[in-house]
């Protein structure tokens, strides 16, 4: 059965971090590219980082970049996602998803299976 459960997500006040983390199971998740997507209200979903299978490459959207960390712990059974936030902005506020593609091999495709998302909140 694969699993994408995500949790950490929260209130903060602008400025502030928040660290969301991934449980990915059911599959070789070590062997998938993993990332992070988000959808605000009223907007559509979009790419936010990503990170390679061996946790060697990285790859993130302009708006986050400098600001947000990913990183990956690669167990035999569950692959462990983060993603640490920094200098939080009220434009940040969505619904954070975690993901893995098991194609691409650089930055981040359609991904195969997806979590049912965190939700983050930046107040002002």
């Known amino acids: 059965q694969v699993q994408l459960v995500e949790s950490g997500g929260g209130l903060v006040q602008a400025g502030g971090s928040l660290r969301l983390s991934c449980a990915a199971s059911?599959?070789?998740?070590?062997?998938?590219?993993m990332g992070w997507f988000r959808q605000a209200p009223g907007k559509e979903r979009e790419f936010v980082a990503a990170?390679?299978?061996?946790?060697?490459?990285?790859?993130?959207a302009d708006s986050v970049k400098g600001r947000f960390t990913i990183s990956r712990d690669n167990g035999k059974n569950t692959v462990n996602l983060n993603l640490q936030m920094n200098s939080l902005k009220p434009e940040d506020t969505a619904v954070y998803y975690c993901?893995?593609?098991?194609?691409?091999?650089?930055?981040?495709?359609?991904?195969?299976?997806w979590g049912q998302g965190t939700q983050v909140t930046v107040s002002s």
């Open positions: 990170i390679s299978w061996s946790g060697g490459n990285t790859y993130y």
């Open positions: 993901a893995a593609d098991s194609r691409t091999v650089q930055g981040m495709g359609v991904p195969d299976y």
């Open positions: 059911g599959r070789t998740f070590s062997r998938y590219t």
